[in-house]
């Protein structure tokens, strides 16, 4: 069935470094892939998507990966900063079914001071 | 500009009980999905409406449904509660499925 794998499960970087969170999918019919932010308390929030007709997008210190062929794709966020402590969520959405967002099982993000 | 509306934002009930829980998209939006989270898991799919009408479910119970009001609200509902049930309910709106804007949330637990 629809999968989305999502390492790591929690990740801690130094401020200022660059994070790295990966994603496989299973379904080869997925051509949208949105990236969730969501802090404690909170709803997600998405940060960045892509489609598949493209391999990187990038939008300020956030940038994502897609390899269609290896159904992988991936968020780098560089000079991370307190505030991007949260935990993200990777997602796919299969075309025509576009009702239906499939989510990674998440990362918890540590930025350290 | 309101976002998406939850209500309540904390519920407890008892096992065996019944459940609404209330969304409203932001404005102009006609799409409506509702997701469930549980605690350390990412959000999976519940059900979507469309201008009124159910258009995707996901792999749950009968004991769940939801309905879409003309404003676009949207109500979703659980009976015979179970532990199980316990979890963060998300609501999310868009204007033609794609662009997903989530809500906080309403926090169910289940005693």
């Known amino acids: 069935g629809e999968n989305v794998e999502q390492h790591p499960s929690t990740l801690s970087v130094q401020e200022g470094d660059s994070a790295v969170i990966k994603c496989t999918y299973s379904?080869?019919?997925?051509?949208?892939f949105p990236w969730y932010k969501q802090e404690l308390g909170k709803g997600p929030q998405l940060i960045i998507d892509i489609r598949s007709n493209v391999g990187e997008k990038k939008d300020q210190r956030i940038a994502v990966t897609l390899n269609k062929t290896a159904k992988h794709f991936s968020l780098h966020i560089t000079e991370t900063q307190p505030e991007d402590s949260a935990v993200y969520f990777c997602a796919a959405v299969p075309i025509n079914r576009d009702d239906k967002i499939i989510f990674g099982k998440g990362t918890r993000l540590h930025i350290l001071p | 500009d309101a976002g998406v509306t939850q209500s309540p934002t904390h519920l407890i009930k008892t096992r065996g009980q019944q459940v609404t829980l209330r969304c409203s998209p932001i404005s102009g939006h006609k799409s409506v999905s509702w997701y469930q989270q549980v605690l350390g898991q990412g959000p999976q799919f519940i059900f979507q409406y469309y201008e009124k009408e159910e258009r995707g479910r996901g792999n749950f119970p009968d004991r769940f449904s939801a309905r879409q009001f003309p404003n676009y609200s949207s109500e979703l509902n659980v009976n015979a509660l179970l532990l199980g049930d316990s979890a963060l309910y998300l609501c999310a709106s868009s204007l033609q499925g794609r662009g997903y804007t989530f809500g906080s949330g309403t926090r169910l637990t289940v005693v």
């Open positions: 379904d080869s019919a997925s051509n949208y």
